[in-house]
């Protein structure tokens, strides 16, 4: 099982709507939660960083944790084609190492 | 803004070069990490630094060794190169102690062929 679980995608979303991106993570004492988005041929980018369990928005952006279902996600609303990214989860975890998921791709259509 | 920068953009060496990546931050950032992302493996850590002249093997060490000389130099070095090493290299820092880590800011990344 791997630590940090991600649907690979593509999700496809029409412009303009929100974006649903899951994360599920197998260590309960992980303690942050972050979520990076990385253009094609690019570094990844911090968008979003959550450490307590509940809802965290940053404009468009609004990251969810529940430490008790071990699970974080993502949404976008008012999604744009220059959402149109990979979108990868990372969590710190009790062994002191950044884990990274595999990535969902988002593709967003006119 | 932190600003985490990478000597090469890209990179063309011959097998059995000896290859040297370095990355500099300038937030005065205690960690410092090293990674390769390859299509359809993600991002798999090499090594990291959390503070001058420490390391830790991270996930895949063989054939890479690093040198953190200053708090804010941190340089990856394949002391062999492989074709089996043609990869991304992304360097990132993040603020922390050797027990609690913050986000990590990601360098533009190496993009190295070995020939």
């Known amino acids: 099982q791997k630590e940090v679980e991600q649907n690979s995608g593509p999700l496809s979303v029409p412009e303009g709507a929100i974006a649903s991106l899951n994360c599920t993570y197998s260590?309960?004492?992980?303690?942050?939660f972050f979520w990076y988005r990385q253009y094609s041929g690019k570094s990844p980018e911090l968008i979003m960083s959550?450490?307590?369990?509940g809802d965290k928005e940053d404009g468009r952006f609004t990251a969810q944790l529940n430490k008790a279902s071990q699970y974080v996600s993502l949404l976008i609303r008012d999604s744009q084609p220059s959402d149109s990214a990979t979108y990868l989860c990372a969590v710190y975890d009790s062994w002191g190492k950044f884990q990274f998921g595999a990535g969902t791709q988002v593709v967003v259509t006119p | 803004d932190v600003k985490v920068t990478q000597s090469s953009r890209y990179l063309v060496k011959r097998t059995g070069e000896k290859v040297f990546l370095e990355c500099v931050q300038d937030m005065d950032h205690e960690n410092m990490f090293w990674y390769r992302q390859d299509p359809g493996l993600g991002l798999r850590l090499i090594y990291f630094s959390y503070d001058v002249k420490m390391k830790e093997k991270g996930d895949i060490p063989e054939g890479y060794s690093v040198s953190r000389e200053k708090k804010e130099r941190f340089s990856l070095i394949l002391e062999s190169a492989s074709t089996n090493q043609t990869s991304m290299y992304l360097c990132?820092?993040?603020?922390?102690?050797?027990?609690?880590?913050?986000?990590?800011?990601f360098g533009p990344g190496t993009r190295l062929t070995v020939t």
């Open positions: 990132a820092s993040s603020l922390g102690t050797p027990r609690r880590s913050y986000e990590q800011y």
């Open positions: 959550i450490y307590s369990n």
């Open positions: 260590d309960r004492g992980s303690q942050s």
